[in-house]
């Protein structure tokens, strides 16, 4: 069964995380607990959690060199950032493709790939535009795509509505709604009520601790892809 997850508050010491298809960490505006989560997901070395073993994708995270494990995390996470980190100088296809040169990828397969995504993402039209020329909820877009072309089996997107307004908000989660109905694992940080309601259960933490965990009716979102 797909559901959202909602995280509340807390200091993040400790957590145990189980498999979920899709998750939203809400925590308050002025706690940056979202890069504390996000640090945690991409760790590696002795210090990623206070007691027991860090498994990602059933791997033992903790004996792995820094190359090695970058390399899986590479693989294995997509990211996906509030301030969509697309590099100004590459159309939309180059900014999607960029991920899969440092997997070994052909050119043209890149391409192939990148034009791919673009294309799930409704923005295929749009593969040859620099960044300065997309709205804000196209460049959120172009960042999604570029997440997932690498194909990683969870994506982690830390406030991907913090810089849109209320429209190309709801444009960015009725799209990651529609992967998460595909399949993929997604774990959204949001501090926005609005945007952790668009999910199907919510666990609060407080101070480190679940201190409710329940399901609700989640908001779906008019296709505006």
Known sequence: MKHYITL???????????????????????????????????RTGDDIADEGNYLLDNVLIKDLTETIAANYRNRFLG???QSFNLINYKNAIENVALPLYYQGLKRKIRQQKALEYLKKVGLKDW?????????????????????MASEPKVLLADE???????????EVMSLIQ?????????LVVT????????CKRIITLKDGVIVEDKKIDQILLEDYV
């Open 160 to 170: 991907p509505t913090g810089a849109l307004d209320s429209n190309r908000s709801n």
């Open 191 to 198: 501090h926005e009520i609005e945007i952790a309601q668009m």
């Open 79 to 81: 990211f996906v950032f």
């Open 178 to 186: 529609k992967i998460n109905k595909d399949g993929k694992t997604i």
């Open 8 to 42: 509340k508050q807390g200091r993040e010491k400790k957590k145990h995380y189980e498999n979920f298809p899709v998750a939203t960490l809400l925590y308050p505006k002025q706690i940056r607990e979202a890069a504390i989560i996000l640090y945690h997901f991409a």
């Open 127 to 147: 593969a040859k535009h620099l960044p300065s020329e997309l709205s804000g909820g196209q460049k959120q877009r172009v960042a999604i795509a570029r997440a």
